[in-house]
């Protein structure tokens, strides 16, 4: 007997240990005798402790039940030595199998069965639980060797079984639950966070309030998979592998109300077998692409979308889909043509039954006879003609004709005649992502238009005025035709921008998904950080530098050389493109709006992105202000009879701190509203928050070519000089030509004196010796 025994203990450890062979030998375990599993039973009891479990008892609805938890990384299988269990829950425990022998003490009063974080459990017996006569509830979690779930379990289940659990564990399959009751309505069954990676044809065929299969590794959901199903909420949120659903997926289901589909990367969906669905979740899943038309739902009350412009499809159905806008139309023309010919025939037979009536009753009542009158107007059989004949309205017809309008209900039931159904829907349209235009109003779009112009114009005209004369490419052009650079990308953002608004002039959320999730704004985005970016930094670096040469004039010879001044941009075009790239590598995101800006805030990288992109703008804007401060008081206390003192100086530091406050004051209004709104305090509405973004923006952009160059004397000159190497405006030019042209002065050859000449010769050697000569 001993032996015999220990053969036993060996086949078991080796079909509880290996997932794959204990499912192929359910039946052969079955078939060991009964006798032998009690010896074995028997044996492994001895080593119990009560100190494992502790029960409690309370009274519900005059019913004692006893609650047993039981927890011990030494309990190997289910305790034998509890009385009266109505709830037993296990946890960290290292059971590997739940057996007959191991539960069928408790079958009589267990409703209730719970196994919690069991990380051996991989084995569930069949036919286990076929004399519970009161389970209600399996609750299996957080055991990864569980893969396979036999059809037997669930074997003559008692009528009371409402609930089925088996979540974060490790089944790879639906368990195939032919053996649940299909008239009986389950309040749940959760299949949460498993490894499950298909939902065959035909795998549920049940009735319940809430089927769950979150957070699985579904990729695949075949035709028909639910169907026959009666589905209060259908949850399949939480598939990333989901991308693409099958056309007859949700065929066949008889009743649905709730559908979610959120965070799953499927593509579009189809709505054959969901025409009564009420709620639809599909909430952070970018890749849906097109909703379906709202006429292919009935029942359609709420939907959680993840794009606004989604939403937009349910607002205007005949721009979102002209075809079955089309079709409704022709369904409510017809509809409303056969309830008018009802109608007419029931106002026919209403005046022709009246007339019967009342001569009958005129008849009747000059023999005084008015009782009979009423009970012979029953003889007539007014439904072959379409009325109805009921007392409620037999007046009515005593009176006289029934009116059409209060005999419509009847004659066309509650028919809706509305062309567009009214379907809630999450998140709404906005200003930033609206349904018919980005520039929702025409001076916007005009006001749009002329700062492209004047934008790409100016700093086109600035760059090529200035590149062309590499004689005097000095270090503050060199800065300059960065800044050209950086502002001429704003003014191509802001021409992409305007080319869809045109291309998509009043149903913008047709084009939508193709613009935000296309190359087109994510060019439009890129060009637009790295413009702010590179902008700010060269504007940065212009100060600094006029600050080193107001402030330090006598160190002529430590001023900022070319190469320096090179090496120093290369530096700030790197950090432009870093801080541009971010977005596109999921750090906030260009496709959160219609303007392609990063202004979503989801979790803490997008947060900190935000934040390092205001800190940054304000650190330059602080050297800014300290800079040009400096320099004010510098040139206020100067004495301008001195050498190295000059008015240019003090003309240029004007200019540029012109230049300077006019950008940061397009952008201080927007880093203000922005701060406050990360912090929770909405100061402003969204519409007003799109004007700041569209039109201020943007609108240095435009302003600095004209403010820093073309209405200054020196790009004059410079422009006239190379216009007159095409044969234009020569003697405009030649007024130039005698002008000793240094980084801070314009000297005409003619009026330079002694006291110049050494001054010249101070600061550039001999190179100037032959024009004091």
């Excluded at 025409?275 to 097109?290: V, Y």
């Excluded at 503050?476 to 960065?482: F, G, I, R, S, T």
């Excluded at 990308?489 to 613009?515: Q, R, V």
Aim: include cysteine; charge should be positive.
């Amino acid at each position: 007997m001993i032996y015999q025994n220990l053969i036993i203990l060996t086949i078991t450890s080796l079909i509880v240990a290996c997932p794959g062979l204990q499912h192929n030998n359910v039946h052969n375990w079955s078939r060991l005798k009964s006798s032998q599993t009690v010896q074995v039973s028997s044996m492994k009891n001895l080593s119990y402790k009560p100190s494992w479990c502790t029960c409690s008892s309370e009274l519900i609805d005059v019913e004692n039940e006893t609650d047993c938890h039981c927890e011990g990384r030494n309990l190997t299988e289910i305790p034998q030595n509890l009385d009266n269990v109505t709830r037993l829950s296990i946890a960290n425990a290292k059971i590997k199998a739940l057996r007959e022998y191991g539960v069928g003490k408790y079958s009589k009063n267990l409703k209730d069965l719970f196994l919690i974080n069991l990380k051996e459990f991989c084995y569930v017996e069949p036919y286990v639980f076929r004399d519970f006569v009161k389970l209600r509830t399996i609750y299996i979690s957080h055991s990864p060797k569980l893969q396979y779930l036999p059809a037997e379990v669930f074997y003559h289940t008692s009528k009371s079984f409402k609930t089925l659990r088996i979540i974060y564990s490790g089944l790879i399959e639906i368990p195939d639950l032919k053996f649940l009751s299909k008239t009986d309505i389950l309040l749940q069954l959760d299949f949460e966070g498993n490894l499950i990676t298909e939902i065959p044809e035909n795998s549920f065929q049940i009735k319940t309030e809430q089927l769950i299969l979150d957070n699985n590794v579904i990729s695949t959901i075949q035709r028909r998979a639910f169907n026959g199903s009666e589905i209060g909420k259908l949850s399949l949120k939480g598939n990333k592998n989901l991308c693409t659903l099958n056309e007859l997926a949700f065929d066949g289901i008889m009743t649905i109300r709730e559908l979610d589909l959120s965070s799953s990367s499927i593509e579009s969906l189809s709505t054959k077998g969901l025409e009564k669905l009420e709620i639809l979740r599909i909430q952070n899943t970018p890749s849906l692409k097109e909703i379906p038309s709202v006429y292919n739902f009935k029942n359609l009350e709420k939907a959680y979308l993840t794009h606004p412009f989604h939403c937009c499809a349910f607002k205007f159905p005949s721009r979102h889909d002209p075809r079955r806008y089309n079709e409704h139309l022709q369904l409510i023309k017809l509809s409303k043509h056969d309830c008018e010919s009802k109608m007419k025939m029931n106002e026919s037979s209403s005046v022709l039954n009246y007339s019967i009536r009342n001569v009958r009753a005129i008849k009747l009542n000059e023999s005084g006879r008015m009782t009979e009158a009423l009970g012979l107007m029953d003889l007539y059989d007014t439904t072959e003609i379409g009325i109805d004949n009921d007392i409620d309205r037999l007046g009515t017809f005593m009176n006289g004709p029934v009116d059409p309008h209060d005999n419509f209900e009847a004659m066309c039931g509650k028919f809706n005649f509305a062309t567009n159904k009214v379907v809630s829907c999450f998140p709404k349209p906005d200003a930033l992502n609206p349904c018919e235009d980005v520039f929702d109003t025409i001076w916007l779009r005009v006001s749009v238009w002329i700062v492209i112009a004047l934008s790409v114009v100016g700093n086109v005209a600035v760059l090529i005025v200035l590149l062309s004369n590499q004689s005097e490419f000095t270090v503050p052009k060199l800065l300059v035709c960065n800044l050209a650079f950086a502002d001429l990308c704003m003014g191509i953002y802001l021409f992409l921008i305007a080319l869809i608004d045109l291309h998509s002039k009043d149903e913008y959320f047709n084009y939508a998904f193709d613009w935000q999730y296309g190359m087109g704004c994510k060019t439009a985005g890129f060009l637009t950080v790295f413009a702010a970016h590179l902008s700010i930094f060269a504007l940065t670096i212009i100060t600094i530098e006029r600050w080193f040469a107001i402030n330090k004039a006598v160190f002529l010879n430590r001023r900022l050389k070319r190469r320096t001044a090179i090496y120093i941009m290369i530096c700030g075009w790197i950090y432009s493109i870093i801080m541009a790239m971010l977005p596109l590598f999921g750090m906030s995101n260009y496709s959160s709006t219609s303007i392609c800006l990063p202004m979503e805030v989801k979790d803490y990288p997008d947060t900190i992105y935000i934040i390092t992109v205001l800190g940054l703008n304000g650190l330059g804007f602080i050297i800014v202000v300290i800079c040009y401060v400096q320099i004010y008081l510098n040139l206020g206390n100067q004495d301008f009879t001195k050498p190295h003192a000059s008015n240019r100086d003090m003309v240029v530091a004007k200019k540029m701190a012109l230049l300077v406050f006019t950008n940061f004051a397009c952008l201080a209004p927007i880093t203000f509203f922005v701060i406050f709104a990360l912090a929770g305090h909405s100061l402003i509405t969204v519409t007003q928050s799109k004007f700041l973004i569209v039109f201020f923006y943007p609108l240095n952009s435009c302003a600095n070519p004209y403010l820093y160059a073309i209405l200054t004397s020196q790009w004059r000159r410079d422009a006239l000089m190379l216009i007159s190497k095409f044969g234009a405006f020569r003697k405009h030019a030649n007024r130039y030509k005698n002008v000793y042209r240094h980084p801070s002065n314009s000297i005409p050859l003619n009026t330079i004196n002694g006291s110049q000449c050494s001054n010249l010769r101070k600061a550039n050697g001999e190179k100037v010796i032959m024009l004091c000569n």
